[in-house]
Each structure stands twice: as C-alpha cells, then as structure tokens.
C-alpha cells in the first residue's frame, strides 16, 4: 500500500530532550515536507525537500533540523525541544502532475514537550 | 506572495442541506488549487484539485469547487451533506513557477442532525 509512515505517533518529551520524529514513504516521491498543525493557525510549512541532499526552510523552521539521505526518509529532528514546539507535525509526499505537487500526508505525530 | 483565506473557521449546517466553504487566494502568476480533507484524528487527503482545463473539479463523494480566476477563489460545494462530512477542509495553493504550497487555515464543518 502506498504510503507516508511517521513514528512515534504520540510522543510526550520534556524541555531540553531531543528527539527524531521519523518519516518514510514507499512511493519513490522526490518532494518531501514536514507541516506542524496548530488550533487557528492552519499548517505551516517546516522544512522540505526537493531530492536526497537537498532540503530548504519552509516558513516556521526554528527550532527544527532535517535531513535527506536517502530518497524514502526524511526524518525531523529537534536538538533542544521547548514548550512551543508542542504541536501535531504532519509529514507529506508529493507526486509532480504536470508541475503541481499532489501531497500524500503521514498520519501525524502528536508531540508534546513539557 | 501568495497567501490563501477561508473565510469561515467553522460552518454548522444541517444534514441533507447543502454547503459552501469559501476559499480566496492572492497570487500575481498562474496557481495549481487543492482541497484537502481531514476526517478526526486523521492525516489530511486530498480532496480535488484544480490544474488547468474545466474551472468545475468534481471529487468522488459529490464536492465540486469552482475555480474563479477574476474573483481569484475556489469555493468548496455540495448540494447535500452527510453526517460522514464532518471533517476540517483546507484549501491550498501552488504557484505554478515554486514548488512551495500554501494552505489555508481550515474550515471545520460540522453537521447538525
């Protein structure tokens, strides 16, 4: 089946304690992104990728580290977590059709940071 | 740059009643259209897109969205819902020279039996 796999699904951390949030897809995609999702707020874009090596800031990428060293995962990293980094994180796929890039979203990683 | 409003955060309606969820964008080039559903204590999916072609996108489960490019929107409709609707909509956009997707912040419909 195709798809976008996240672990740990639920992750309760303290202050301070870095932690991986993994994410891999089985769809050969070249684009990958991690969103976080906050009440109001809606998703904004952490970090993506366009291929392996090559990864670049979305719009909320403090506090946050990515890599790309196989084209199937693209894990989130987060050195020192602090209170507002609690959050649902999303990791997506994406499949180019004709130019537009057609998500195919993780179910999600719901963190919380102490 | 390019930015995406929905202009309701919540839309109560009546099942069986029909339903509009509004989606306006801001963009000086061409865009690629999304919406995307998140059914509870789930990942989102993609709902419709539009890409080019017919400005009426249609999905599998009777929503359609009209692509509007003088009043630059992209309304969500559906002329009946269903209890099984309940869900946050967002709608995103790509412009069609950047890879970066933009979405909205989400409407959340809820159906009132």
């Known amino acids: 089946e195709a798809q976008v796999t996240q672990n740990p699904r639920y992750l309760i951390t303290v202050t301070g304690k870095k932690l991986t949030v993994t994410c891999s897809q089985n769809m050969n995609h070249e684009y990958m992104s991690w969103y976080r999702q906050d009440p109001g707020l809606g998703l904004r874009q952490i970090y993506y990728s366009m291929n392996v090596e090559v990864t670049d800031k979305g719009d909320v990428p403090e506090g946050y580290k990515v890599s790309r060293k196989e084209k199937r995962n693209f894990p989130l990293i987060l050195e020192s977590p602090s209170p507002n980094q609690t959050s649902l994180y999303f990791c997506a796929s994406s499949l180019t059709v004709g130019g537009a890039n057609v998500l195919t979203f993780g179910a999600g990683s719901r963190l919380t940071v102490l | 740059a390019q930015s995406v409003t929905q202009l309701d955060s919540q839309v109560p309606v009546f099942e069986e009643a029909p339903v509009e969820l509004r989606c306006n964008y801001s963009s000086s080039v061409s865009v690629y259209l999304f919406w995307y559903v998140q059914y509870p204590n789930q990942g989102l999916q993609l709902l419709l897109k539009y890409l080019s072609g017919s400005t009426l996108v249609e999905s599998i489960n009777g929503f359609e969205a009209e692509f509007n490019k003088s009043q630059t929107s992209f309304h969500l409709r559906k002329p009946s819902v269903h209890i099984s609707d309940t869900a946050e909509y967002f709608c995103?956009?790509?412009?069609?020279?950047?890879?970066?997707?933009?979405f909205g912040k989400g409407t959340r419909l809820h159906i009132l039996p």
């Open positions: 995103a956009v790509q412009e069609n020279r950047d890879d970066k997707i933009i």
